[in-house]
């Protein structure tokens, strides 16, 4: 599944880049990913800058707002989950224990959009798209190929998910939580839920994007040459792949994985 031209309910359908220095990470993630960068005006006088796998949108990236950078909000990954009626979900959301922060609200002729957090406390955004359904590619080669929900209780976060977007969840083992879930839409799976304590270096609840590559020693050797850091890895993960925890230059986290493992 490389090209998307729609998205079912409850599907991650765009992720973007929320950073303090747009001008470092437009840099790192050009020259790590061979990206095009395409820049979109904004009514506020902004810019908005839209990442492209051979012509066809893979994410985004913009300024963090002034109230984030004040409350010294670190530059993160925001995940967005397609929906076909924003505001009943926005309500459906709120009766299950998670808190509207935002919106819904216009965002031009692309769509409505409404900034969320989950019972646990971790961010999300739901779209409802009209001109934009989002990424046009996506599980393949510098694409997004995995969303992973790190989370205090991943029951919780399961039971309001699944009456949020419908997911349906399956649980396998796993080698350092014990037991790794994962959520399908359609019957594919898009992601997974990882219990906190299984991964220790952020304590907060948070989604987290998985960059799907050819290489992750490669590509674990390009982020740090090109001024990001390596978390963690390349490390083997029974059942998943190979992967890298990494952070870019401004200081967002996210992974690289190679499915299968090897490389």
């Given at each position: 599944?490389?090209?998307?031209?729609?998205?079912?309910?409850?599907?991650?359908?765009?992720?973007?880049?929320?950073?303090?220095?747009?001008?470092?990470?437009?840099?790192f993630?050009?020259?790590?990913?061979?990206?095009?960068?395409?820049?979109?005006?904004?009514?506020?006088?902004?810019?908005?800058?839209?990442?492209?796998?051979?012509?066809?949108?893979?994410g985004?990236?913009?300024?963090?707002?002034?109230?984030?950078?004040?409350?010294?909000?670190?530059?993160?990954?925001?995940?967005?989950?397609?929906?076909?009626?924003?505001?009943?979900?926005?309500?459906?959301?709120?009766?299950?224990?998670?808190?509207?922060?935002?919106?819904?609200?216009?965002?031009?002729?692309?769509?409505?959009?409404?900034?969320?957090?989950?019972?646990?406390?971790?961010?999300?955004?739901?779209?409802?798209p009209?001109?934009?359904?989002g990424a046009?590619?996506?599980?393949?080669?510098?694409?997004?190929?995995?969303?992973?929900?790190?989370?205090?209780?991943?029951?919780?976060?399961?039971?309001?998910?699944?009456?949020?977007?419908?997911?349906?969840?399956?649980?396998?083992?796993h080698?350092?939580?014990?037991?790794?879930?994962?959520?399908?839409?359609?019957?594919?799976?898009?992601?997974?839920?990882?219990?906190?304590?299984?991964?220790?270096g952020?304590?907060?609840?948070?989604?987290?994007?998985?960059?799907?590559?050819?290489?992750?020693?490669?590509?674990?050797?390009?982020?740090a040459?090109?001024?990001?850091?390596?978390?963690?890895?390349?490390?083997?993960?029974?059942?998943?792949?190979?992967?890298?925890?990494?952070?870019?230059?401004?200081?967002?986290r996210?992974?690289?994985?190679?499915?299968?493992?090897?490389?």
């Amino acid at each position: 599944m490389s090209t998307m031209n729609g998205y079912p309910l409850g599907a991650p359908c765009w992720v973007e880049l929320a950073t303090t220095d747009v001008a470092a990470a437009r840099a790192f993630w050009r020259a790590l990913m061979a990206w095009t960068l395409v820049d979109v005006a904004q009514p506020d006088g902004g810019t908005y800058t839209r990442f492209q796998l051979d012509g066809r949108d893979v994410g985004g990236c913009h300024r963090m707002d002034a109230a984030q950078r004040a409350h010294g909000t670190a530059p993160h990954w925001n995940v967005h989950f397609a929906v076909e009626d924003i505001d009943a979900r926005c309500a459906i959301a709120e009766a299950e224990g998670g808190r509207v922060l935002a919106g819904p609200f216009e965002v031009g002729t692309l769509g409505r959009a409404a900034v969320l957090i989950d019972p646990e406390g971790a961010g999300f955004r739901l779209w409802q798209p009209r001109s934009h359904p989002g990424a046009g590619a996506v599980h393949e080669d510098r694409a997004v190929g995995w969303i992973e929900l790190a989370s205090h209780d991943t029951a919780i976060a399961a039971a309001f998910y699944s009456r949020l977007l419908g997911w349906t969840l399956r649980e396998r083992p796993h080698p350092v939580a014990g037991t790794y879930r994962t959520w399908a839409v359609n019957r594919y799976d898009w992601g997974g839920m990882l219990p906190i304590g299984a991964n220790p270096g952020n304590t907060a609840a948070h989604w987290a994007v998985y960059w799907r590559v050819g290489d992750c020693t490669v590509a674990a050797a390009r982020v740090a040459e090109l001024g990001g850091k390596i978390l963690s890895g390349p490390v083997d993960t029974p059942g998943m792949g190979r992967i890298v925890s990494m952070q870019d230059p401004t200081g967002a986290r996210c992974h690289l994985i190679r499915f299968g493992g090897a490389a």
